[in-house]
């Protein structure tokens, strides 16, 4: 059973040591499959351990149960220079109460929403979930993007009217997210796009964007051989306003009386 769970959990070099359900969240306890560490001051193994430390941290839900890790950090003393350190954990960062990879999950539900919603249906607050966006902006590493036709660029806004934003680089094709940009400027997005590689950008064939000009130009000069579209949310939100303001001028010009029929009439449009 130890080794099914450890299999479908799928954390490399990590083993499930017991599991439990408290209160509809499934709790599995794990621990890092090897038995040393190195440390990080004199880069030595180390056999030595020195003391354990358990903490709850949030994991990807299996289906519609949420699952929380008891993760053992242990702590070893190093055999060479004889002082403690705690070992690296590549899921979780230190201090951080959730995956890594759970930190992604978020972060790609908050592109396809907004974040009070996703932080309403996963039982966070906004600045949990502000917090996850930030972290994997910073420690972001592109996937897979050899075969990236299709960019998408846009924007989603942390604090709405604070004017923060990340900008959101996504594979369309895959509808994955392939990058995020801590601001809206030009010479932080170009330095990540560049980080791909001139043949990944040279094969782009194309980059959906809204209308923002600083968006057009940057794909201009990096993707030289892409057509550049507006995509098809703000293509949208343009009719709905124009309809809006048509309905509103042809109300305008009619009487009280015939406000009903008015009003209705913008579905013509």
């Known amino acids: 059973m130890k080794r099914q769970l450890t299999k479908i959990l799928g954390l490399h070099g990590v083993i499930v040591k017991s599991q439990k359900v408290v209160e509809q969240s499934l709790i599995l306890e ?57 070992e690296d ?8 109460k959730y995956t890594n990879r759970y930190a992604r999950w978020i972060t790609e539900q908050v592109i396809k929403s907004d974040r009070l919603s996703v932080a309403l249906n996963n ?16 420690n972001f590493l592109p996937i897979k993007i050899e075969k990236l036709k299709r960019l998408g660029i846009d924007e989603i806004s942390l604090v709405k009217g604070q004017g923060k934003f990340i900008v959101v680089l996504v594979d369309l094709d895959q509808g994955k997210l392939i990058g995020l940009v801590k601001n809206k400027k030009s010479k932080a997005i170009e330095e990540v796009m560049q980080s791909w590689g001139k ?19 940057l794909s201009k000069k990096l993707c030289k051989n892409a057509v550049i579209t507006v995509d098809r ?15 509103l001028s042809i109300f305008a010009q009619n009487c009280q009386n015939n406000k009903k029929m008015v009003w209705r009439s913008r579905w013509l449009f």
């Not at 949310?233 to 309905?247: N, P, Y």
Request: glycine content about 0%; some cysteine.
């Open 30 to 86: 794990i621990e890092k499959e090897t038995k040393t560490a190195i440390c990080p001051r004199c880069q030595q193994k180390s056999h030595r351990l020195h003391q354990n430390h358990y903490s709850l941290i949030k994991d990807l839900p299996w289906g519609e149960q949420a699952v929380l890790l008891r993760v053992n950090r242990r702590q070893f003393k190093c055999e060479n220079c004889q002082k403690p350190f705690s």
């Open 89 to 96: 954990l590549d899921f979780v960062k230190k201090r951080k």
């Open 123 to 138: 039982h966070l607050t906004e600045s949990e979930v502000e917090s996850m966006i930030n972290q994997v902006a910073e």
């Open 199 to 217: 043949k990944v950008l040279e094969e782009i064939e194309e980059v959906s964007m809204d209308l923002c000009k600083q968006y057009q130009n």
């Open 233 to 247: 949310f703000h293509v949208t939100k343009l009719l709905h306003e124009e309809v809006v303001t048509k309905s």
